[in-house]
């Protein structure tokens, strides 16, 4: 029993992760129709801009907090940056051509993402200053610390704040058009390539302040650390209907929860074909995902 | 005119023979290294013409391909390692396995649009690798080990030569295959699911099956990689199939162009030796890799050596015209036919019918639930209640494909075309409700019945361009035309005047009248009431999905509630929104 | 009005394309034009050695330190005149950790006329390639591949300067239960080759020596995130977990272990010492134990390896450095011994070879082409370092202080 706890726990800490990741994705897909693969990439390089950060202001002592806040900052805006700069150059000028070659540019620019990173970090991973080793609030039969406290609810203002921005917004209420129907909201007197670059801004930034806190927990980073992460975060798009944010938000949860209980009551090498298995077995029973996509596909 | 087709053949397929001739020589000069690159070119190659069926022909992305090559190879080389088989009986069993793979994946996925497409392929690929590392009977992480080489009449094949050779062998008979499968009715399916789905089953291309022959006949070609590259390796090592091997088979095909096999034969080219090309730069080889892939992506996003549709050789004259249909009489009755959306009921308790020779025309104000009706006779939803009888057969909950196979012919309302074809390849699509066959080649009765249908709409000497660059008019007819070759018994046309100036709307009130004369029955949905009334044998309006009045066009246009839905009489969709709006 | 950003004019497209397509052109023609630099003639010139190694790749890191480490040994025999008066020449060759660039990079160095090889990193890309250099009879002598099937199948053309798989099984069983005296062990690998091999290699020698393994199973690597792994394996009660794995995960292992307060001790294999660990774990690694060859700083014969290393390279040698060292260097003393640049020569007199004195200690090779002696000690981690801790006596069955040679 402590050690289903312990599992939900955990579980709970890792899709916080995978939902700010996924969030990206169902975002930059409702916006463009693009899987972009180089999110997960853009989510390393996150986390090495706040290494860079860190590295370079220090964090021990008094130090600490202001030089973790900056660094989110720092790895949240770099990120918007790159994010933004890769639509424009690899994305928007492929806007007219065949889905697949978009799709492709984004397996390249993902590739030239981690390449890159790789060469100037001789692959070679990165530490993280040990700054979150705070103490544990638990830490009877199950343990739960600070900094997993501190990372859920981060994610959770977060995601919030996404939500206001979508809902409440001019721009977030354009967006949901452009998702819609682009040829429309571009009829409406929407910039639509303009729109576009700013789900992508906004998009690369919540990853690059996921990758960020990711650093901070995790402390170890590489160029390969996105791959998998953002499979998973991916699959969590597509499993909470792509497009559709709550849903999305809900399902990272989810395949957090199934990393950890698989690994607890399986076999952690049976993760993923149980993930996708699941995700197989939702999409023939469901074929636009557990909650529904909130693209409107036109007849 | 047209050029003998002797001449274009030889024009067309004179590089194949080119290049292998030049293959087989290149086998004695090149030395080992280059051998071995060029047999691992022909594996992938071998690779790309698998999956240029499923992403090429079929438009179905795949990005787990590389699960048909590790369950070609583990078949394989378990038979071989554990039943002591030789290599060529393993070759059909592993053909077999991939095949039933294909299946697996295939029949979850037919529902899914392309982007969730990518996913589950995706996921299928990384299951059969964590599946093969996870077993002990496939050697776990180390994969399969001291796999014999081929027997050739007695001869081992180790060498880099004689690999290069068998895989040459291998090449040549999987291009073969393949090339008699580009020229199969399946492959025109394929191209015309790839371009509109949804338009190709509504006219009677049974669309899950041919897309479920995709991934099974794309596995089998793809799964042939599989012993090979053993053979080659003398091992099966499961890092060979990850997530990156399936993205570098589907550039085979992306860099080549989609659906040509010269392209496939180009991307595997740039796929294998660029790499090695890059060797010298070290720890940038993968960085220049990504980079001159979004660089040809973004100069080439149609491929380096795109597809170019093939001319259909139509016959000079057409042949005899078919028997009209022989069953005079009631050919559409329609009873009762209600469709309701949650709280909305779009349409409610519609009675319809259409005798041969009959024209007969649905009107009423956008909204009022003309073309849900259509969308429910034919299959495309399925209806909440009623009954749909076609010739005196109930076609009610049929899928569209058995529906237009029953002797039902649509068009759109926005034409749904396939226009990556050519015209002429567009109507032969519309053969497909008469004729299901698919592995095989096109008949004489397919190309009478293209050269008659475009005939009859005057679309003949346009018959090789490609659909997509036609003038809006010629759209219209050829998807008459294409309606037409189903040589069906009811022809469902929805607002065909859309769009169309006064002297096209008299060349399709010409047209509709000829094809009634044919002994069809037409049911119209049309907006322009002064064509509805000019031409219809009867006339039913609906509005907010209840039909308001039913009869000749005469009696319904004195109609008081028909007066009072119609106030203005528009003929125009925008100034029609407008008046609903004031309403 | 149309923005003139949207849609660039015809003309400027046209430049826009010729310009990409000169780019492209340009990216081609360089490592080509590097190519055809690069291919130098056999015969009367230098002697070429091979390097196979995953220059680029995940485990690009690890071949260029291997790379690296070749170099350095070449530079120094050929500052000491050569072999024969003929100069030493590395002759490196990308195998990505794959078995086809394995198959490809084998035939690669074969027509670059290497007279032997030297080198690997993954077990994968050397399966494939054994073949490929043992029908043209030149000798592997591997620095990092521990897979005992490699050599047991090498036909004695395969050596190798690092330890096997099965051996290092041995020293970690008879150290968790003889040493630290635990009962209940836990094994953990990452389901890779070298891994399972080891984390298999162990539990058969635990069931000789009386050990229970109460856990063997995988994590996933590359996904940072090991609490539920701990927290089963902490729910079947081990005194010890082993883990065979790679140091990325080793340090995480650590900095989890210590968040959930688990109490047993965590052990790792030889591919888990990287400085790496230290970092990412901080103050959680104190205390951690690794069964490995000697480390290189504790090495007394390795001293002026790693400052030659460090000042070719900028950086620390990494953990397979040193065999890979030893590795260029003795097959040149083979070259030597047989005075003869033919395969055959070469393998016989590298079957010769007794007590070469390495900086790996002294190199004797078997007739299957494994080292005679045991190679195998622990290492632990005191004041954020690895040093030396336990190794077993010449009798094999008590252990002593590691320092104290």
């Given at each position: 029993?402590?050690?289903?706890?312990?599992?939900?726990?955990?579980?709970?800490t890792?899709g916080?992760?995978?939902?700010?990741?996924?969030?990206g994705y169902?975002?930059i897909?409702?916006v463009?129709?693009?899987?972009?693969f180089?999110h997960?990439?853009?989510?390393?390089i996150?986390?090495?801009?706040?290494f860079?950060t860190?590295?370079a202001?220090?964090?021990?002592?008094?130090?600490?907090?202001p030089a973790?806040v900056?660094?989110?900052l720092?790895?949240?805006?770099?990120?918007g940056a790159v994010?933004?700069?890769?639509?424009?150059a690899?994305?928007?000028p492929?806007?007219?051509?065949?889905r697949l070659?978009?799709l492709?540019?984004?397996?390249?620019?993902?590739l030239a993402?981690?390449e890159?990173?790789k060469?100037?970090?001789?692959?070679?991973?990165?530490?993280?200053p040990?700054a979150?080793d705070?103490?544990?609030?638990f830490s009877?039969?199950?343990h739960v610390t600070?900094?997993?406290l501190a990372?859920?609810?981060?994610?959770?203002v977060l995601?919030a704040?996404?939500w206001?921005f979508?809902t409440?917004t001019?721009?977030?209420?354009?967006?949901?058009?452009l998702a819609?129907d682009?040829?429309?909201?571009?009829?409406?007197?929407?910039?639509?390539?303009?729109l576009?670059?700013v789900?992508?801004?906004?998009?690369?930034?919540?990853a690059g302040?996921?990758g960020v806190?990711y650093?901070?927990?995790y402390?170890?980073i590489?160029f390969?650390?996105?791959?998998l992460?953002?499979l998973?975060?991916f699959t969590a798009?597509?499993?909470?209907?792509?497009?559709?944010?709550?849903?999305t938000?809900?399902?990272?949860?989810?395949?957090?929860l199934?990393?950890s209980f698989?690994?607890?009551?399986?076999?952690?090498r049976?993760t993923?074909?149980?993930?996708?298995?699941?995700?197989?077995?939702?999409?023939?029973l469901?074929?636009t995902g557990?909650?529904?996509e909130?693209?409107?596909?036109?007849? | 005119?047209?050029?003998p087709?002797?001449a274009?053949a030889a024009?067309?397929y004179g590089?194949?023979?080119?290049l292998?001739?030049?293959?087989?020589?290149?086998?004695?000069?090149?030395?080992?290294y280059?051998?071995?690159?060029?047999g691992?070119?022909?594996?992938?190659?071998?690779?790309?013409?698998?999956?240029?069926?499923?992403?090429?022909?079929?438009g179905?992305l795949?990005?787990?391909?590389?699960a048909?090559?590790?369950?070609g190879?583990y078949?394989s080389?378990?038979l071989?390692l554990k039943?002591g088989?030789?290599?060529?009986?393993?070759?059909?069993a592993?053909?077999?396995a991939?095949?039933?793979?294909?299946a697996?994946?295939g029949?979850?996925?037919?529902?899914l649009?392309?982007?969730?497409l990518a996913?589950?392929?995706?996921?299928?690929?990384?299951?059969i690798r964590?599946t093969?590392v996870n077993?002990?009977?496939?050697?776990g992480p180390?994969?399969?080990t001291?796999?014999p080489?081929?027997?050739?009449g007695g001869?081992?094949?180790v060498?880099p030569q004689?690999?290069?050779?068998?895989?040459?062998?291998?090449f040549?008979?999987?291009l073969?295959a393949?090339a008699l499968?580009?020229r199969s009715?399946?492959?025109?399916a394929?191209?015309?699911i790839?371009?509109?789905d949804?338009?190709?089953?509504?006219?009677g291309?049974?669309?899950?099956r041919?897309?479920?022959?995709?991934?099974?006949l794309?596995?089998?070609v793809?799964a042939?990689?599989g012993?090979l590259?053993a053979?080659?390796l003398?091992?099966?090592d499961?890092s060979?199939f990850?997530?990156?091997?399936?993205?570098?088979?589907?550039?085979v095909?992306?860099i080549?162009?989609?659906g040509?096999r010269p392209?496939v034969m180009?991307?595997?080219?740039?796929?294998?030796?660029l790499p090695?090309?890059?060797r010298?730069v070290?720890?940038?080889?993968?960085?220049?890799?990504?980079?001159l892939?979004?660089?040809?992506?973004?100069?080439r996003p149609?491929?380096v050596?795109?597809?170019r549709p093939?001319r259909?050789?139509?016959?000079d004259?057409?042949g005899?015209a078919?028997?009209p249909?022989s069953?005079?009489?009631?050919?559409?009755?329609v009873?009762g036919?209600?469709r309701?959306?949650?709280?909305?009921?779009a349409?409610d308790?519609?009675s319809l019918r259409?005798?041969?020779?009959?024209?007969?025309s649905?009107i009423?104000?956008?909204?009022a639930?003309?073309t849900t009706?259509?969308n429910?006779?034919t299959?495309?939803?399925?209806?909440?209640?009623g009954?749909?009888?076609l010739?005196g057969r109930?076609?009610r909950?049929l899928?569209p494909?058995?529906?237009?196979?029953?002797?039902l012919?649509?068009?759109?309302?926005s034409?749904?075309?396939?226009?990556?074809?050519t015209v002429?390849?567009?109507?032969?699509i519309?053969?497909?409700?008469r004729?299901?066959?698919?592995?095989?080649?096109?008949s004489?009765?397919?190309?009478?019945?293209v050269?008659?249908c475009?005939?009859?709409?005057?679309l003949l000497?346009a018959?090789d361009?490609?659909?997509?660059?036609?003038p809006?008019g010629d759209r219209?007819?050829?998807e008459?035309a294409r309606?037409?070759a189903?040589?069906?018994?009811v022809?469902?046309?929805?607002?065909?005047a859309?769009?169309?100036n006064p002297?096209e709307?008299?060349?399709?009130m010409?047209?509709?009248a000829?094809?009634?004369?044919?002994?069809?029955?037409?049911?119209?949905i049309?907006h322009?009431?002064?064509?509805?009334m000019?031409?219809s044998d009867?006339?039913?309006?609906?509005?907010?999905?209840r039909?308001?009045?039913?009869?000749?066009?005469?009696?319904?246009?004195?109609?008081p509630?028909?007066?009072?839905?119609?106030?203005?009489?528009?003929?125009d969709?925008?100034?029609?929104?407008v008046?609903e709006?004031l309403? | 009005?149309t923005?003139?950003?949207?849609?660039?004019?015809?003309r400027?497209?046209?430049?826009?394309?010729?310009l990409?397509?000169?780019?492209?052109?340009?990216l081609?023609?360089v490592?080509l034009?590097?190519a055809?630099?690069s291919?130098g003639a056999g015969g009367?010139?230098?002697?070429k050695?091979g390097?196979?190694?995953?220059?680029?790749?995940?485990?690009a890191?690890?071949?260029?330190?291997?790379?690296?480490?070749?170099?350095?040994?070449?530079?120094?025999?050929n500052?000491?005149?050569?072999?024969d008066?003929?100069?030493i020449?590395?002759?490196?060759?990308d195998?990505?950790c794959?078995?086809?660039?394995g198959?490809?990079?084998a035939?690669?160095?074969?027509?670059?006329?290497v007279?032997?090889?030297?080198?690997?990193?993954?077990?994968g890309?050397?399966?494939?390639a054994?073949?490929i250099y043992g029908?043209r009879?030149v000798?592997f002598?591997?620095?990092a591949?521990t897979?005992?099937?490699?050599t047991?199948?090498g036909?004695?053309?395969v050596f190798?300067?690092c330890g096997r798989?099965d051996?290092?099984g041995?020293v970690?069983?008879?150290?968790?239960?003889?040493?630290?005296?635990?009962?209940?062990i836990?094994l953990l690998?990452?389901n890779?080759t070298?891994?399972k091999?080891?984390a298999?290699?162990t539990?058969?020698?635990?069931k000789?020596?009386?050990?229970q393994?109460?856990y063997e199973?995988a994590?996933?690597?590359?996904?940072?995130d090991?609490?539920?792994?701990?927290?089963?394996i902490?729910?079947?009660?081990p005194?010890?977990?082993?883990?065979?794995?790679?140091?990325?995960e080793?340090?995480?292992?650590?900095?989890?272990?210590?968040?959930?307060?688990?109490k047993?001790?965590?052990?790792g294999g030889?591919a888990t010492?990287d400085s790496?660990?230290l970092?990412?774990a901080?103050?959680a690694a104190d205390g951690y134990?690794?069964t490995?060859a000697?480390l290189?700083?504790d090495?007394?014969?390795?001293?002026?390896?790693?400052?030659a290393?460090?000042?070719?390279?900028g950086?620390?040698p990494?953990?397979?450095?040193?065999?890979?060292?030893?590795?260029?260097?003795?097959?040149?003393?083979?070259?030597?011994?047989?005075?003869?640049t033919k395969?055959?020569d070469?393998?016989?007199?590298?079957?010769?070879i007794a007590n070469?004195?390495?900086?790996?200690g002294?190199i004797t090779?078997?007739?299957?082409?494994?080292?005679?002696?045991?190679?195998?000690i622990?290492v632990?981690v005191?004041d954020?370092?690895?040093?030396?801790y336990k190794?077993?006596?010449?009798s094999?069955?008590?252990?002593?202080?590691?320092k104290t040679?």
């Amino acid at each position: 029993m402590t050690e289903f706890v312990q599992y939900l726990v955990n579980g709970l800490t890792i899709g916080a992760f995978l939902s700010l990741i996924a969030l990206g994705y169902s975002m930059i897909y409702g916006v463009v129709r693009l899987i972009n693969f180089a999110h997960g990439d853009v989510f390393m390089i996150g986390a090495f801009a706040g290494f860079g950060t860190l590295t370079a202001l220090g964090a021990t002592g008094g130090m600490a907090l202001p030089a973790i806040v900056a660094a989110v900052l720092v790895g949240a805006l770099t990120t918007g940056a790159v994010g933004t700069g890769i639509a424009k150059a690899a994305y928007v000028p492929l806007l007219s051509s065949p889905r697949l070659a978009l799709l492709i540019s984004a397996i390249g620019v993902s590739l030239a993402l981690e390449e890159g990173v790789k060469v100037l970090t001789h692959a070679r991973f990165k530490s993280y200053p040990n700054a979150l080793d705070g103490g544990r609030i638990f830490s009877g039969a199950v343990h739960v610390t600070w900094g997993q406290l501190a990372l859920v609810v981060l994610s959770v203002v977060l995601m919030a704040a996404l939500w206001l921005f979508v809902t409440r917004t001019m721009t977030g209420t354009a967006m949901r058009a452009l998702a819609m129907d682009r040829d429309a909201a571009r009829l409406q007197g929407i910039n639509v390539e303009r729109l576009i670059l700013v789900t992508f801004f906004i998009g690369s930034l919540l990853a690059g302040a996921a990758g960020v806190m990711y650093g901070l927990y995790y402390v170890q980073i590489s160029f390969g650390m996105g791959f998998l992460i953002g499979l998973r975060a991916f699959t969590a798009a597509v499993l909470g209907g792509i497009g559709n944010l709550p849903g999305t938000m809900v399902a990272g949860v989810a395949i957090g929860l199934v990393q950890s209980f698989s690994a607890g009551y399986v076999s952690s090498r049976w993760t993923d074909v149980i993930i996708f298995g699941l995700l197989i077995a939702v999409l023939a029973l469901r074929p636009t995902g557990l909650f529904g996509e909130r693209v409107v596909e036109r007849a | 005119m047209r050029r003998p087709a002797g001449a274009e053949a030889a024009v067309r397929y004179g590089g194949w023979p080119l290049l292998v001739a030049l293959a087989l020589a290149a086998g004695q000069g090149l030395d080992d290294y280059a051998l071995t690159v060029a047999g691992t070119i022909l594996v992938y190659a071998i690779l790309g013409l698998g999956i240029n069926i499923v992403v090429g022909y079929a438009g179905l992305l795949d990005l787990g391909f590389a699960a048909f090559f590790a369950i070609g190879a583990y078949t394989s080389g378990l038979l071989m390692l554990k039943l002591g088989w030789g290599f060529w009986p393993t070759l059909p069993a592993s053909i077999a396995a991939a095949a039933v793979a294909g299946a697996v994946i295939g029949y979850p996925t037919l529902r899914l649009r392309s982007d969730y497409l990518a996913i589950v392929t995706l996921g299928f690929g990384e299951i059969i690798r964590i599946t093969v590392v996870n077993l002990e009977v496939t050697g776990g992480p180390n994969g399969l080990t001291g796999i014999p080489p081929v027997s050739v009449g007695g001869r081992q094949i180790v060498l880099p030569q004689d690999f290069f050779y068998l895989a040459l062998a291998f090449f040549v008979a999987v291009l073969a295959a393949t090339a008699l499968l580009a020229r199969s009715r399946l492959a025109y399916a394929w191209r015309a699911i790839r371009a509109d789905d949804t338009a190709a089953e509504a006219v009677g291309v049974p669309a899950r099956r041919v897309k479920l022959l995709a991934y099974v006949l794309g596995a089998m070609v793809g799964a042939v990689a599989g012993p090979l590259n053993a053979a080659q390796l003398g091992t099966v090592d499961p890092s060979s199939f990850t997530f990156l091997t399936s993205l570098m088979i589907l550039l085979v095909v992306i860099i080549g162009g989609m659906g040509s096999r010269p392209g496939v034969m180009i991307g595997a080219v740039v796929i294998v030796a660029l790499p090695e090309v890059l060797r010298t730069v070290q720890e940038y080889r993968g960085l220049f890799f990504a980079l001159l892939l979004i660089l040809i992506v973004i100069l080439r996003p149609q491929g380096v050596w795109p597809y170019r549709p093939r001319r259909l050789r139509l016959p000079d004259a057409a042949g005899p015209a078919p028997e009209p249909p022989s069953a005079p009489g009631t050919l559409l009755e329609v009873e009762g036919l209600s469709r309701r959306f949650g709280g909305v009921t779009a349409v409610d308790g519609l009675s319809l019918r259409a005798d041969a020779g009959q024209v007969v025309s649905v009107i009423g104000p956008n909204g009022a639930g003309k073309t849900t009706a259509f969308n429910c006779i034919t299959g495309m939803i399925p209806p909440s209640a009623g009954t749909v009888v076609l010739a005196g057969r109930s076609v009610r909950g049929l899928s569209p494909h058995r529906v237009a196979a029953a002797g039902l012919a649509r068009t759109f309302q926005s034409i749904r075309l396939f226009d990556g074809m050519t015209v002429a390849e567009n109507v032969l699509i519309g053969r497909f409700a008469r004729d299901r066959g698919l592995l095989r080649p096109l008949s004489r009765a397919d190309l009478d019945a293209v050269r008659r249908c475009l005939d009859f709409v005057g679309l003949l000497d346009a018959a090789d361009r490609p659909a997509g660059g036609l003038p809006y008019g010629d759209r219209r007819r050829l998807e008459i035309a294409r309606a037409l070759a189903a040589e069906p018994r009811v022809l469902l046309l929805d607002e065909p005047a859309a769009g169309a100036n006064p002297t096209e709307k008299q060349a399709l009130m010409a047209l509709i009248a000829r094809i009634s004369a044919l002994g069809a029955a037409v049911v119209l949905i049309e907006h322009d009431v002064a064509l509805v009334m000019s031409i219809s044998d009867r006339v039913t309006v609906l509005e907010y999905g209840r039909t308001i009045a039913e009869g000749p066009p005469a009696e319904v246009q004195d109609d008081p509630r028909v007066i009072a839905a119609y106030l203005g009489v528009p003929d125009d969709p925008e100034t029609d929104l407008v008046t609903e709006v004031l309403r | 009005m149309t923005s003139p950003m949207n849609q660039p004019a015809p003309r400027d497209r046209g430049r826009r394309f010729r310009l990409l397509t000169a780019t492209g052109a340009g990216l081609l023609l360089v490592p080509l034009a590097a190519a055809c630099g690069s291919d130098g003639a056999g015969g009367s010139g230098p002697i070429k050695i091979g390097v196979p190694a995953p220059l680029s790749g995940d485990s690009a890191s690890a071949g260029q330190d291997i790379l690296a480490a070749a170099k350095v040994a070449a530079a120094e025999i050929n500052r000491a005149g050569g072999v024969d008066g003929r100069q030493i020449e590395i002759v490196q060759a990308d195998d990505q950790c794959s078995a086809q660039q394995g198959a490809q990079a084998a035939q690669k160095l074969l027509n670059s006329g290497v007279v032997a090889v030297a080198g690997g990193y993954c077990s994968g890309a050397a399966v494939p390639a054994i073949p490929i250099y043992g029908r043209r009879n030149v000798p592997f002598v591997m620095d990092a591949s521990t897979n005992p099937s490699l050599t047991d199948t090498g036909k004695g053309k395969v050596f190798r300067t690092c330890g096997r798989d099965d051996n290092q099984g041995v020293v970690a069983a008879k150290f968790m239960t003889g040493e630290l005296r635990a009962k209940r062990i836990a094994l953990l690998h990452d389901n890779t080759t070298y891994a399972k091999g080891l984390a298999d290699a162990t539990a058969d020698s635990l069931k000789q020596v009386g050990g229970q393994v109460v856990y063997e199973d995988a994590l996933q690597p590359g996904q940072s995130d090991y609490s539920p792994v701990l927290t089963k394996i902490a729910s079947t009660r081990p005194d010890v977990l082993y883990f065979t794995g790679y140091f990325a995960e080793a340090g995480l292992l650590m900095k989890q272990r210590r968040q959930l307060g688990l109490k047993f001790t965590l052990m790792g294999g030889d591919a888990t010492t990287d400085s790496t660990v230290l970092k990412t774990a901080g103050p959680a690694a104190d205390g951690y134990i690794a069964t490995t060859a000697p480390l290189a700083k504790d090495l007394p014969a390795a001293g002026k390896f790693v400052s030659a290393y460090k000042s070719a390279n900028g950086a620390d040698p990494g953990p397979f450095s040193v065999y890979e060292y030893d590795a260029v260097k003795v097959v040149a003393k083979a070259i030597d011994d047989a005075g003869s640049t033919k395969g055959p020569d070469i393998t016989e007199a590298l079957h010769k070879i007794a007590n070469f004195p390495g900086i790996t200690g002294p190199i004797t090779f078997d007739e299957k082409g494994d080292r005679t002696d045991p190679l195998y000690i622990t290492v632990r981690v005191r004041d954020g370092a690895f040093t030396a801790y336990k190794k077993l006596d010449k009798s094999g069955a008590t252990w002593v202080d590691a320092k104290t040679s």
